[in-house]
């Protein structure tokens, strides 16, 4: 495994796109169409570790702020990345963009929010004696031991621009959109030419309520339950995924679970837990990998944070997108 990190660290990051597990934790990386959609201040924190049993594991954190400006019929959004990865983070992926998102009513119930969203990257590679291994260095009874013949690129760090797009539609109880990334297909090689693969997300879900009445049903406090059936399905390259999820809100908790699997092959299970107020939010969540990776990966671990301001001006009645937090 550590050798093939290496080799696409080394030749041209050839992988697919970071991928959250809560994936309405962090709306504006799964679509930039929801830059304003709590209408109110919001502001994001989700932090990613993906297989921690590896030498080679993913770290990622993305922080990100967005609200609706009414002169501007629409909503802004700021989202900024970043990713290391391979032995002592190795490769490094930081990117900060700005989307905004025009809102736009089709009819009395339906509303829709079409976005561009423009970025900064930077892709840099730590080429030392720690970081970076080959094969031949190995020897086969001592191990690394060898002085490799590799030589280091020019360049070890790569700038570009990318741009985005999205488009989200949504009523009282449902929400479908469409997004795509990497719309110029940006190089990030360092040897040579290397063009990141167009990403097409299409995601969709709904809220169902099952109590009679939307009010606050117990004396504990506890709101309406609420279930929300919802799928993702995500394409770039070579690769396909497909993910079912399920969550049962019954404010202040929410938990839920879901599917993802290749188009040959199932790669995990999701199960999340959180908490949620009228101001902030805390949730957790832990993949459980079912691919042929499972007995090597320790799986992967993830925490959002949110807050939601208080609306800078509430007389205004504008529509928020009902979805689920996490």
């Known amino acids: 495994m ?25 709306q504006l990386y799964l679509n930039p169409a929801f830059a304003g959609s ?90 030392d004696e720690t970081s970076m291994r080959f094969p031949d260095q190995i020897d086969p009874v001592y191990g690394y031991i060898w002085t490799t013949q590799a030589t280091p690129p020019e360049k070890t760090s790569s700038w570009f621009m990318d741009f985005h797009a999205g488009v989200l539609a949504y009523g009282e109880s449902w929400y479908a959109g469409v997004a795509a990334a990497h719309l110029n297909r940006p190089d990030q090689g360092f040897y040579s030419e290397d063009r990141i693969p167009m990403k097409i997300t299409v995601h969709g879900g709904g809220m169902i309520n099952l109590a009679e009445e939307r009010r606050r049903t117990s ?35 929410m938990v839920g679970a879901w599917y993802r699997n290749g188009i040959e092959n199932s790669d995990a299970f999701i199960f999340m837990i959180g908490i949620q107020q009228d101001y902030f939010k805390v949730g957790y969540s832990y993949d459980v990998t079912v691919s042929k990776l499972a007995n090597n990966t320790a799986g992967a671990h993830e925490i959002s944070l949110g807050f939601l301001l208080p609306t800078p001006d509430p007389k205004k009645k504008v529509k928020a997108v009902r979805c689920p937090s996490f």
């Open 38 to 127: 709590k209408i109110a201040p919001r502001f994001s924190i989700n932090f990613r570790h993906q297989w921690p049993k590896l030498v080679s594991a993913y770290s990622t954190v993305s922080v990100s702020y967005d609200q609706y400006i009414d002169p501007l019929h629409g909503g802004i959004g700021v989202i900024v990345m970043g990713d290391r990865q391979g032995d002592h983070g190795a490769l490094g992926m930081y990117s900060a963009g700005l989307a905004y998102s025009f809102r736009f009513q089709v009819s009395r119930n339906i509303y829709v929010n079409a976005a561009l969203q423009a970025s900064v990257s930077n892709v840099s590679l730590k080429w």
């Open 219 to 253: 004396s504990l406090g506890l709101g309406t339950p609420i279930i929300s059936p919802n799928i993702i399905y995500q394409y770039q390259g070579s690769f396909h995924y497909f993910n079912y999820g399920l969550y049962l809100d019954w404010e202040p908790f």
């Open 2 to 26: 550590l050798l093939c990190l290496m080799a696409i660290a080394v030749q041209g990051v050839k992988a697919q796109d970071i991928g959250f597990s809560q994936f309405y934790s962090n």
